[in-house]
């Protein structure tokens, strides 16, 4: 007989999270982080059992995590961003830029980093129930609106990659071993 757990509202988690990417702290999100995984299969089919499936195998997994970040500054657009360079002038520090290149023909899974998602509400120190994608990549497709009455919030989109461990994602303590 397996392993029963006992009910416990303790269980039932809410909350926002900080995001981290490649070390750096993006900032305040607005709207909610969100977790997708999804996973790809094959149904076994025969003849003889018509359109009931006799069996199914995981064709593939995936895992993609939505941010709707709030704070636009240079660093973010640079980190998000594939193709970007952030310039400042050599004799003004003041004036910075970030240049976009169009940016064909870069392999995302090259630039893909380390993504942490770590609830807001628990101290740094514990890592119990942190979402971390090792290798986590973004094309750096955004879309926001300059209006009135609104924040400038853009979505990025972060795809994960399976890293050399065949590691898709983590939840809770990386470090933790066999």
Known sequence: ???????????????????NYNSVDLGYTKGGVEVEVTTDTHEVMIDQFGNTPISEYINGRQVIVRCPLAETTLDNMVSIMPGATKITDATDTASIKVVVTP????????????LILHPS??????????????LAGTAGAIRFAYKLDEERVYNIE?????DSGNILFIFGDETATA
């Open 1 to 19: 007989m397996g392993f029963v757990a006992t009910p416990s509202t303790q269980n039932v988690k809410i909350g926002v999270c900080n995001v």
């Open 121 to 134: 509400g628990l101290t740094t120190a514990d890592v119990t129930e942190d979402f971390v994608v090792p």
């Open 103 to 114: 940016g064909v023909g870069s392999n995302l899974l090259s630039l893909a980093q380390k």
């Open 158 to 162: 972060f795809k994960a990659y399976p």
